[in-house]
C-alpha cells in the first residue's frame, strides 16, 4: 500500500547478513520479504559499523523493485548509522554506500535495541546457504557460433560449450578444467558423424542470429569512410589535399582521410592516424572505455589507448567529459582528492551597512580614463553593491576610495570583510 511507509528492519553479524521489509497498516504489521545471506570471508573482517552498513545495501539491492519510488523507513540496532544519509561517519565504505542510497527516498533511519530487533537478527546469524551469484549477468562480446545445440546424430551426453566465449572467469574456469580432455577425445568422433547439411544449416542460423544492441560494440570502423563522406570539415580537408598535396598535415588513402602526427617530439616518423568523424568520437569511446573489455579507465590510460590509432580535434577534451559525464565511474570510484573543509557561513548582520565585503576585479583592458580596475563594496544586509573604476589597486588608493565613495556616504561600518590582500591588510587601512 503506497499510502504507508516501509519499515526496513536490518541486523550484521560475522556470519551473515538479514533484513525484514514490513508495512504497518491499521496497527497491523505485514511481512513483505524477508532476507538473508551468509558473508564472505573478506566481509568477515569489515568493522561492525561496515558489517551494518552493509547489511542495509546488501537489502536494497535484493528489494530494489519494492523499494525504489516509496518512501522507507530503516530500523537498525547500530547508533552511529542513524545520520549516515545526512553526514559523513569518516568511514570510506559506509560513505560509498550512503553514496549509492541517495536514489531511494529514505525518510529516516532510527535506532532501537537489540532485543526489539530479533527476526532481523535471527536472518543474520542462520544465514541461507545459497550458491554464490554468476559475474557478468549477460554475455558480452563476440556472439556465438550456435544459438541452439548443433544437431548430433551420435547419442553421446556432452555438455554444449560455446566456440568463442568472450569472457571466462577464473571460476569458470575451474569448473571446466576437468571436463575438458574428456570433450577433446570426444568431439573429433562426433563431428565426423554430423551430416554435411546439418552443417549448412547451422551455418544459415548462425549468420541470422539476432545481436543484441545494447551489449555488442556498436562502433564499426567500415563506417568511417561513409561518416567521413558525410562530415563536412572532413571534406573540407579532403578538398585542401587535393589541391595541394604536399602541404598540410593530412593524407588521403583510398578515400580515408588520415592525420599524420610525429610520435614524439624529437622523432621525424609520422604516424598514419584516422581521422575520426564527429559522428562517430560517441561510439569510439563507448567501444574504448563503456564496453566490458574496454574497463573503464581513466583519462590518460583511454588517451594513450586511442593516440597511436585515431585522432579527431579537441581529442582530449572529448576524452575527458566522456568519462566525467559515465555514470558507473562516478558511482564506483573511489575519490582520492582531499575532503573539503566544512563550510563557516556568514552570521546576517542586525542592520544595513554595517558588514561589507570588499575585493577587485580585474585588471582589464586599460579604457580612455587610465582605469584598469574595478573596487566592488557589498552590503551583506541589503546586498546593495557599490563599484569604482581605478586606475590601481594600491592601499592608498583603496583607503581613500573607501573613505570618499561609501563611509561618506553610507556611514563607517562595523566590520569589513576580505580576503587579506596586500591592498586591503595594512598599516593605512588599520588607521
Known amino acids: 500500500n503506497d499510502d504507508y511507509p516501509i519499515i526496513l528492519t536490518t541486523d550484521a553479524s560475522k556470519v551473515g547478513l538479514g533484513g525484514t521489509l514490513q ?20 566481509e568477515r573482517r569489515y568493522d561492525p ?48 554506500i550512503s553514496m549509492l542510497l541517495q536514489e531511494y527516498n529514505i525518510e529516516k533511519i532510527i535506532h532501537i535495541k537489540g532485543q526489539q530487533n530479533c527476526l532481523a537478527d535471527y536472518l543474520s ?3 541461507i546457504q545459497s550458491e554464490p551469484e554468476e559475474i557478468f549477468d549477460e554475455d558480452y562480446g563476440i556472439s556465438t557460433l550456435f544459438n541452439e545445440e548443433p544437431p548430433v546424430l551420435a547419442s553421446v551426453s556432452v555438455d554444449t560449450h560455446p566456440v568463442i566465449s568472450a569472457v571466462v572467469t577464473r571460476s569458470m574456469k575451474k569448473q571446466s ?35 543484441n544492441l545494447d551489449t555488442c ?103 575527458a567529459q566522456f568519462i566525467k559525464s559515465c555514470l558507473p565511474c562516478q558511482q564506483y570510484n573511489v575519490s582520492r582528492l582531499k575532503k573539503p573543509g566544512l563550510l563557516c557561513p556568514i552570521e546576517t548582520p542586525a542592520g544595513p551597512f554595517q558588514l561589507i565585503g570588499i575585493d577587485y576585479c580585474g585588471p582589464f583592458k586599460r579604457t580612455p580614463r587610465e582605469n584598469q580596475y574595478v573596487l ?5 544586509f541589503t546586498r546593495w553593491v557599490t563599484a569604482v573604476a581605478l586606475p590601481d589597486c594600491t592601499a592608498q588608493t583603496t583607503a581613500y576610495t573607501i573613505f570618499t565613495e561609501y563611509i561618506c556616504r553610507y556611514g563607517a561600518p562595523m566590520s569589513i570583510l576580505t580576503d587579506q590582500g596586500t591592498h586591503f591588510k595594512n598599516q593605512l587601512m588599520e588607521s
Open 125 to 127: 546469524r542462520n544465514p
Open 376 to 380: 566592488c563594496i557589498t552590503d551583506y
Open 49 to 96: 559499523i561496515e558489517l551494518e552498513a552493509l547489511a542495509i545495501w546488501a537489502c536494497f539491492r535484493r528489494m530494489r523493485s519494492y523499494l525504489l519510488g516509496r518512501s522507507i523507513i530503516i530500523y537498525t540496532d547500530h547508533c552511529p548509522l542513524c545520520n549516515m544519509m545526512n553526514k559523513s561517519v569518516k568511514n570510506r565504505r559506509v560513505d560509498r
Open 217 to 319: 560494440n556498436q562502433f564499426d570502423i567500415k563506417q568511417i569512410k561513409l561518416e567521413q563522406a558525410k562530415d563536412f570539415i572532413i571534406q573540407k580537408k579532403v578538398k585542401e589535399f587535393q589541391q595541394n598535396p604536399t602541404r598540410g598535415s593530412f593524407v588521403l588513402h583510398d578515400g580515408l582521410l588520415y592525420k599524420l602526427m610525429p610520435m614524439n617530439l624529437r622523432s621525424i616518423t609520422k604516424l598514419k592516424l584516422i581521422y575520426i568523424p564527429s559522428s562517430m568520437v560517441n561510439s569510439l569511446l563507448k567501444a574504448y572505455h563503456s564496453d566490458p573489455l574496454g574497463g573503464h579507465f581513466g583519462i590518460r590510460r583511454t588517451y594513450y589507448k586511442l593516440k597511436n590509432k585515431y585522432w579527431w580535434p579537441t581529442m582530449k577534451q572529448s576524452i
Open 23 to 42: 508495512q504497518v497498516i491499521n496497527g497491523e504489521t505485514k511481512n513483505l520479504y524477508y532476507h538473508s545471506q551468509i558473508t564472505s570471508a573478506i
Open 177 to 211: 578444467f576437468q571436463q575438458t580432455t574428456e570433450l577433446d577425445k570426444s568431439s573429433s568422433s562426433i563431428e565426423k558423424e554430423i551430416d554435411s547439411s546439418c552443417l549448412e544449416q547451422i551455418k544459415k542460423s548462425s549468420s541470422h542470429s539476432p545481436i
